[in-house]
Every structure is written in C-alpha cells, then in structure tokens.
C-alpha cells in the first residue's frame, strides 16, 4: 500500500524561525517561491484539487475490479479531511470578512 503525499504542508514554527520571518518582512525581503497570502492559498486549492482527482481515480480503479479497497479507502478518507479543511479556513475568512464589514469607520 502506497502512503498518499500530504498535499497540505506541515509547518513546526519556532520561536527563532518566526522571528527570522518577521524581521525578512521588516527588511522588505520575499521568499522567492511567492510565499504571498494569495500563492499559498492558490498552491492549497490546487493540492486539493489533485486530491479529490486521485480519490476519483483509486474510486474507478475500485469500480472496474483493479482497484485495492484499503486504498481507495485511505483516498476518500484523505480527500474527506481535505475538503473539509478547505470549508473550515473558507468559514473563517467568510467570517473574518463580515467582521470587518461590521467595523465602524
């Protein structure tokens, strides 16, 4: 059985390393693999896109007697919790909009 690469990167930061990123900020420095809001984001919705192709794939595979069950489960699973991380950060933004909104001038 093959592992599913983990399309959301996992990032442990620490104090150090926040720092150093705070002060390239201050600096006016940019990571040069466009680490914007906007690159992160596209690079996130794209990873989850590719997810939920893979499941469709390992789910045909299953349908047309190819396929092995564990990883066609291990695939939907993966790209269940994917979605469901992309509606919650959706909501948040959502949310975080509106409370803007909501602000006095």
């Given at each position: ?34 680490s914007s ?12 896109i590719q ?29 269940e919790l ?24």
């Amino acid at each position: 059985m093959s592992a599913l690469p983990s399309s959301i990167p996992t990032v442990v930061v620490t104090p150090s390393a926040a720092a150093d990123a705070y002060a390239k900020v201050g600096r006016g420095e940019s990571d040069p693999i466009g680490s914007s809001f906007g690159a992160t984001l596209e690079r996130a919705v794209a990873g989850a896109i590719q997810t939920g192709h893979e499941a469709d794939g390992q789910s045909m595979q299953a349908i047309a007697g190819a396929g092995n069950i564990t990883q066609v489960v291990t695939a939907l699973t993966h790209a269940e919790l994917v979605m469901q991380t992309a509606t919650a950060v959706r909501d948040r933004v959502v949310q975080a909009y509106q409370d803007i909104m909501k602000m006095p001038i």
